[in-house]
């Protein structure tokens, strides 16, 4: 009986493999919750002082302006530490020029809190040609300019010069996704982790609530900040490991998926207990009598007190193998529950990173975003509207994370593989909130989703897959015999939602994970008959096997059936609607006949883009490695001899954008040319199998003459297909400006 219970309790520990020891909101409430939950959190001293206020306890400084809504990074922070007790403040867009602005509200008791905002200052500031926007979706009237450029380093070290002693933490996505080591776009070299050059004393990244609570409890009670080194979730500077810690050097692993072999999880072999295992070893169980249980510490498993050494910055700088293999182990220790930390020199100096925070559990997810929010931007913007504000103000986010681990996309460096969702009381209380507090409702909820909108309560069905899995996607090149695709709590959720009282319509807008829906026809079905406002977007990305692979996507096969099940879903519910594909041109591992071909299936299918998005080296995503190192670091580097084709000139990255809108006018002389010098003449004419026609008299009369004169006439006809921004209007403008390295960010000039 004894061993049984054993085997009970190692059970129980291995089900909760990936929750934390200690709760969200277990903590002991700091002393400051006396003064109670702030309307709005203070971006003044005046507002200070109608509170109450003598000082902040915390102070979070942010490149968004102030949006006291949980679709806003900065306001879910601030509602979450004013959760704890703390009495927090707000310094939303400040003047950088000087210090002044970062003392606005006093000096905070325990630390300033730093974040670029919801977006990387730099995608924020400028386009995938690395031309300079002129608006700012998350500013009020869309003006641009009022962040700088790597807001988390200026705005640190604007904090540093306000009060030297105060410790400073750094997070948000801009400083996630810079934690170590990486090749940065903009300046086309590879730098070092963003904790230096901000001089912050910890860094966290990902979801920052349970690394942020305990790191403010921590110096609330009076620890140190320079002894705070051990947080999950969390990356510090070092002169050495932790004690205690076993190292192991990166080159040491060499394949990808099972990095070590994964051991039985309770540190045996074998936990059987059958009497011919005990006969076989002379063991007489009815004469044995009952002793004492002798406690011995736990084996360790492989990834526990362990971290990898990775490649230092001086080595990756100006090694490209070294580069994509220490990317590589990066996106294999992501795992909460099986990572390792890691550790990276730079100089005389290390960076120490942690393993990733647990992910939150459905009911610390709940009181999240059931903290009083006002969902309204703060009053002091007056009138003036924030275009990212008015796309979300009326959806609801029902989970994070995302297993899809696209390449391009930076969620699961993030955000994580795993899911975390919402129960439905939960969001069914925020869709009624949205109903009674925002102003103008029409009874349209924009959006039920998140990165995906149908992701939600999709985990692995083996608990220690789920905690041991070191897997980039769980759905390329295949979807995992583990994974859950069953779509009836979505199914249930939405029709919940359809009967709240008020609510006419509900939309998805997140875009669907269309081979995971194919799975669960029922979903298609609820999706297509209720919640599609006659376009649906889906992202295929490209049609061509060589840049999906890249892009670790699914081949057109899925997007095939998807459309099929779409189309037979809607004829039978009434309803004419279309699906809406995005793609993405110049995408690593894309060669100018897979561009050629795509464009052929988008003429044959009479789809003319409306935008088109060039690919985006975000830092630290797989395929920015690829981008920047040519080589497929989605395989194992040793003896890697692939050399994966990237479009990396100005011309080429033009060419792509160009034959993808094979409609219009303007990129034919381009377009000609390259298929001259392909050998693919024949497809320029007038031909129904032909792309661009041949160059017309008006034209030849007109060449090196700006425009055209044919944009309108070309446009006509064609069923419509919008990209991932459409609707933002700060990507809509064009860009003449210089490229970001002769560009010098200046103070707007008064109106």
């Known amino acids: 009986m004894r061993y049984n219970r054993r085997l009970f309790s190692i059970g129980a520990i291995y089900m909760n493999a990936l929750k934390a020891e200690r709760a969200l909101f277990s903590y002991p409430k700091y002393w400051a919750e006396c003064y109670g939950n702030a309307p709005f959190l203070p971006t003044t001293r005046q507002e200070m002082d109608e509170l109450g206020w003598d000082s902040c306890d915390i102070v979070l400084v942010t490149g968004d302006a102030y949006v006291d809504h949980p679709s806003f990074g900065m306001a879910v922070i601030g509602r979450v530490l004013e959760a704890q007790g703390f009495r927090v403040g707000i310094i939303a867009q400040p003047d950088w020029s000087n210090k002044d602005a970062f003392m606005s509200l006093g000096k905070p008791n325990l630390f300033f809190g730093v974040t670029a905002g919801n977006m990387d200052s730099m995608i924020n500031r400028y386009t995938a040609e690395k031309r300079m926007r002129h608006d700012d979706a998350y500013t009020p009237g869309n003006v641009g300019g009022k962040r700088p450029d790597r807001a988390v380093v200026v705005y640190s070290q604007r904090c540093r010069e306000a009060y030297k002693d105060v410790p400073l933490v750094i997070g948000g996505i801009e400083a996630s996704l810079r934690r170590i080591a990486h090749y940065d776009y903009w300046q086309e070299k590879v730098r070092r982790s963003i904790i230096f050059d901000a001089k912050a004393d910890i860094l966290i990244y990902g979801n920052a609530e349970r690394p942020l609570v305990e790191v403010a409890h921590r110096i609330a009670a009076g620890d140190d900040i320079s002894q705070i080194q051990n947080i ?146 703060h009053p002091k913007y007056g009138n003036e509207k924030i275009p990212a504000y008015d796309m979300i103000k009326t959806s609801v986010n029902i989970m994070r994370g995302c297993f899809g681990g696209c390449s391009f996309c930076s969620i699961t460096e993030h955000e994580g593989r795993i899911i975390q969702s919402r129960s439905e009381e939960s969001i069914l209380d925020e869709i009624e909130q949205i109903r009674d507090k925002v102003p103008g409702f029409t009874g349209v909820i924009s959006d039920l989703g998140g990165p995906t909108a149908n992701m939600y309560k999709l985990r692995c069905k083996s608990k220690k897959a789920e905690s041991t899995c070191r897997r980039l996607s769980c759905v390329f090149p295949d979807i995992c015999k583990h994974m859950d695709t069953d779509h009836t709590p979505t199914i249930n959720l939405y029709r919940k939602a359809r009967d709240v009282k008020g609510i006419k319509k509900i939309l998805i807008a997140s875009g669907v994970r269309y081979d995971l829906a194919i799975e669960d026809p029922r979903y298609v079905k609820e999706l297509v008959s209720h919640h599609v406002g006659g376009y649906l977007k889906i992202a ?212």
């Open 540 to 751: 295929p990305e490209h049609t061509e096997s060589g840049p999906l692979s890249k892009m670790m996507k699914p081949g057109m096969g899925a997007y095939d059936k998807f459309k099929e099940l779409f189309d037979k879903y809607s004829k039978e519910a009434g309803k004419k609607q279309y699906l809406i594909p995005y793609f993405i041109s110049a995408h690593p591992g894309t060669t100018d006949e897979d561009m050629v071909n795509m464009a052929l299936w988008l003429k044959a299918h009479d789809f003319k883009l409306d935008q088109v998005q060039n690919f985006y080296p975000s830092p630290m995503a797989n395929a920015t490695t690829i981008y920047h190192t040519e080589m497929n670091s989605l395989r194992n580097i040793k003896n890697n001899k692939e050399v994966v084709s990237v479009p990396k000139g100005a011309r080429q990255r033009r060419l792509h954008k160009a034959i993808l809108r094979y409609h219009d006018p303007a990129g034919w002389p381009m377009i000609r040319e390259a298929l001259r010098n392909m050998g693919k003449a024949n497809l320029i004419g007038g031909g129904p199998n032909c792309l661009v026609p041949e160059e017309t008299r008006q034209e030849k009369a007109q060449r090196g003459k700006k425009g055209t004169g044919h944009g309108q006439q070309a446009r006509k006809g064609g069923k419509p297909a919008l990209t991932r921004h459409t609707g933002f209007s700060q990507f809509k403008k064009a860009n003449t400006k210089p490229r970001v390295g002769a560009n010098k960010q200046r103070a707007n000039k008064p109106k």
């Open 232 to 377: 999950r979730g969390t990356a510090v500077i070092r002169k050495e490991p932790l004690d205690g810690w076993r190292g192991s050097d990166s080159t040491a692993i060499d394949k990808v998926g099972k990095i070590d072999p994964i051991p039985n999880p309770y540190g045996a072999d074998d936990v059987g207990c059958s009497k011919s295992e005990f006969a076989k070893a002379g063991i007489d169980l009815k004469a044995e009598e009952a002793k004492p249980i002798v406690v011995q510490p736990p084996k360790l498993k492989p990834w526990e007190k362990a971290y990898v050494k990775l490649p230092a910055f001086e080595q990756v700088s100006v090694n490209k193998p070294l580069y994509a293999h220490a990317s590589r182990i990066l996106h294999q220790e992501t795992n909460p529950g099986c990572a390792r930390a890691l550790y990276q020199r730079h100089g005389d100096r290390y960076v120490w990173v942690n393993p990733p925070a647990f992910p939150l559990e459905t009911e610390e997810m709940d009181m999240v975003f059931g903290l009083p929010y006002q969902r309204v931007p």
